[in-house]
């Protein structure tokens, strides 16, 4: 007996006519498409919408960062130095910073002289220092001014180095020099 193997020919498919979905299938088709259309039109949307509240309507903010002398170990005089700080420059800037803007301050180093209303041996008043850094942010993020402060006054400013809380005072003294040369610095 013998066996022929004759390969298998595909035969064409016969298209006829399409078939039409019923009308049930036909509304669960559109209603499914309408469907999907909603969720990615309320996706983009939503999408769209800001994050947050319109930076306009936005409270200007006046921060002060005493990480640097955090760093140092200067702890609660960096913590009083950041509240004297901040009180003077919210008198110096009151009403003029428009809303949604910010001011950041970071102090990186304070130095009081060693003898309050001594004579150094150059024959000068001995000072105390305040340095830090002054950045005016705007709405939308962007740097609007920033400058390099060095403030300056004399020890002996505070009053008598004999008296209690000299070098709070002397702070206080520096922490409003600083606020009026950063008024001058920046624009309102």
Do not use: C
């Given at each position: ?20 979905p019923?009308?049930l ?9 309408l469907g ?8 983009v949307a ?30 609660g ?10 009180q ?24 009081l ?25 705007g709405p ?10 060095l ?28 606020a ?9």
């Amino acid at each position: 007996m013998r066996m022929s193997i004759r390969p298998h020919v595909p035969t064409r498919a016969k298209f006829g006519p399409a078939k039409r979905p019923s009308p049930l299938a036909r509304r669960l088709i559109g209603f499914a498409a309408l469907g999907l259309a909603t969720v990615l039109a309320i996706g983009v949307a939503e999408a769209r919408a800001p994050a947050h509240r319109p930076a306009a309507r936005a409270v200007p903010v006046i921060s002060v960062d005493v990480g640097p002398l955090l760093a140092q170990g200067l702890g609660g005089y960096a913590e009083a130095l950041r509240a004297e700080l901040t009180q003077a420059l919210q008198a110096q800037f009151s009403g003029s910073l428009r809303p949604g803007e910010r001011l950041v301050v970071v102090i990186r180093s304070i130095s009081l002289a060693a003898y309050s209303g001594d004579i150094n041996v150059f024959g000068l008043p001995d000072t105390d220092y305040l340095d830090g850094v002054i950045t005016l942010v705007g709405p939308n993020g962007q740097q609007l001014a920033s400058k390099d402060i060095l403030a300056t006054s004399l020890s002996s400013y505070a009053g008598p180095w004999y008296q209690p809380n000299g070098e709070q005072r002397r702070a206080v003294v520096l922490a409003q020099s600083f606020a009026a040369w950063a008024r001058r610095y920046i624009p309102s």
